[in-house]
Antibody, heavy 122, light 107 residues
């Protein structure tokens, strides 16, 4: 059974770096696409980026200058770092798996973590 | 970036109603579109991918159609557990985007 769990240190101060980890169980992180998505309170979802093939990445152009997604295959985890945060980065952050469909040509998000609220505040 | 426009943003419906939600892409995305359902305080749930393929375990009252720039999600007979917010997502390019969502509420 595939499970994902987000974890992080809690509130973040403005201008600091937000860091989250997603621990994956039930499947190897060496395959599939692994994404981060966020949702500000009361608003819609925003795709942040993904990592695949044990290290290749794609990022949302609007966040690209501040985002790093990496993978630790030894721990079956992948991580998100978002630098220079502001109050606008306050959101529930989700990690999710994209598994190959469309004949291996698309990766819809079929398993999600429960989400973790990250608040940016001084 | 490919933008997705969902309509309506809000709809009020009754149990048993047929409901249709539209998602329009700013450029052609073939059939690389997925639909998700999200209930308050929960993670989204994948309903449909490749525009019209039902995810395993999703009730058959949900269906999707479309290709290119216009897509629809239809719920043939709305059930109490279907009151939620629905999002479309395009997977056509290396950078993915979501629509802003359609909230389905009880009339």
């Amino acid at each position: 059974q595939v499970q994902l769990q987000e974890s992080g240190p809690g509130p973040v101060k403005p201008s600091e770096t937000l860091a989250l980890t997603c621990t994956v169980s039930g499947v190897s992180i060496r395959s599939d696409y692994w994404s981060w998505i966020r949702q500000p309170p009361g608003k819609g979802m925003e795709w942040i980026g993904n990592v695949y093939n044990s290290g290749k990445t794609n990022y949302n152009p609007s966040l690209k200058s501040r985002v790093t997604i990496s993978v630790d295959t030894s721990k079956n985890q992948f991580s998100l770092k978002l630098s220079s945060v502001t109050a606008a980065d306050t959101a529930v952050y989700y990690c999710a798996r994209g598994s190959p469909r469309c004949g291996g040509d698309c990766y819809p998000l079929d398993y999600w973590g429960q989400g973790t609220l990250v608040t940016v505040s001084s | 970036d490919i933008q997705l426009t969902q309509s309506p943003s809000f709809l009020s419906a009754s149990v048993g109603d047929r409901v249709t939600i539209t998602c329009r892409a700013s450029q052609g995305i073939s059939y690389y579109l997925a639909w998700y359902q999200q209930k308050p305080g929960k993670a989204p749930k994948l309903l449909i991918y490749a525009a019209s393929t039902l995810q395993s375990g999703v009730p058959s009252r949900f269906s999707g159609s479309g290709s290119g720039t216009e897509f629809t999600l239809t719920i043939s007979s709305l059930q109490p557990e279907d009151f939620a917010t629905y999002y479309c997502q395009q997977l056509s390019t290396y950078t993915w985007t979501f629509g802003l969502g359609t909230k389905v509420e009880i009339k």
